[in-house]
Nanobody, 115 residues
Framework: QAQLVESGGDSVQPGGSLRLSCAASGISFSFYALAWYRQAPGKERELVARVRANQRLDYSDSVQGRFTISRDNAKKEVYLQMNNLKPEDTAVYYC?????????WGQGTQVTVTS
């Protein structure tokens, strides 16, 4: 059974850092494009960062230069290093794995940036 499990969400002060992790099981991990999305209260879910199977990276403009996505195919994990966090980064962060028409979502992890 395919599953994604996120961890690492927390409450931090502005300017702080967090590292989110997403562990996959039940999928041929290395073939999937992996992404982090986020959804703030009252807003639509938005793409934060993506790492494709060929290691190509994509970032939203709002996190470019502050966040770094990476993957470890041997561990079947994907990470999101978040630096210089801002209050507007507050959201539930979701891990997503896509291969052709198959899309798998994790349950989400809460990130709160507040002083």
């Amino acid at each position: 059974q395919a599953q994604l499990v996120e961890s690492g969400g927390d409450s931090v002060q502005p300017g702080g850092s967090l590292r989110l992790s997403c562990a996959a099981s039940g999928i041929s991990f290395s073939f999937y494009a992996l992404a982090w999305y986020r959804q703030a209260p009252g807003k639509e879910r938005e793409l934060v960062a993506r790492v494709r199977a060929n290691q190509r990276l994509d970032y939203s403009d709002s996190v470019q230069g502050r966040f770094t996505i990476s993957r470890d195919n041997a561990k079947k994990e994907v990470y999101l290093q978040m630096n210089n966090l801002k209050p507007e980064d507050t959201a539930v962060y979701y891990c997503n794995a896509v291969l052709e028409t198959r899309s798998i979502w994790g349950q989400g992890t809460q990130v709160t940036v507040t002083s």
